[in-house]
């Protein structure tokens, strides 16, 4: 099974942010999490992150061609995107939308998320081992 994670807006400086709330560890240190977990979980996992929303978008797309499910936290974007909602629209494979925090217990502007409605699965406010979480549910589907 082939899973690609999309990382979004500011998770390149997850180590710089509020460890309490995302964790403390770096984006690599995450995706070397999420590469051992994979593996682990018999799959194959292909990391990306970018702060550009269109280039978001493209691997999106990119997911129509490769991937057989996809673990998205876009970030900020999650909560105001329609164009990464209609690109996740799209995809016939399974989306999981995990969050690091719980934003479901955070600010009001923070609660809603434009690509709920589109995710299979959501995980909110496990930190890093959502990810965790999001490959077995994948694997397990
Ligand atoms: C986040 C939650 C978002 O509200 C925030 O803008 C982020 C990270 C999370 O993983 O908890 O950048 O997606």
Redesign the pocket.
């Known amino acids: 099974m082939r899973v690609l994670v999309l990382n979004?807006?500011?998770?390149d400086v997850l180590d710089r942010?509020d460890a309490t709330?995302?964790g403390g560890l770096s984006l690599s240190e995450l995706e070397t999490k999420i590469y051992a977990w994979a593996r682990e979980l018999g799959a194959t996992a292909r990391c990306r992150q970018t702060n550009n929303e269109g280039q978001y978008v493209e691997w999106c797309h990119e997911a129509l061609e490769w991937a057989d499910g996809v673990v998205v936290?876009?970030?900020?974007w999650?909560?105001y995107s329609y164009a990464i909602h209609d690109a996740l629209e799209l995809l016939e494979v399974p989306v999981v939308e995990?969050?690091?925090?719980?934003?479901a217990e955070?600010e009001d502007w923070?609660r809603n998320s434009v690509i709920a409605p589109l995710a299979a699965a959501r995980i909110?406010?496990k930190g890093p081992d959502g990810y965790r979480e999001a490959l077995e549910f994948l694997v397990a589907k």
């Open positions: 979004g807006v500011n998770l942010r709330m995302y936290n876009p970030g900020a999650s909560h995990v969050h690091l925090s719980n934003i955070r923070r909110l406010g």
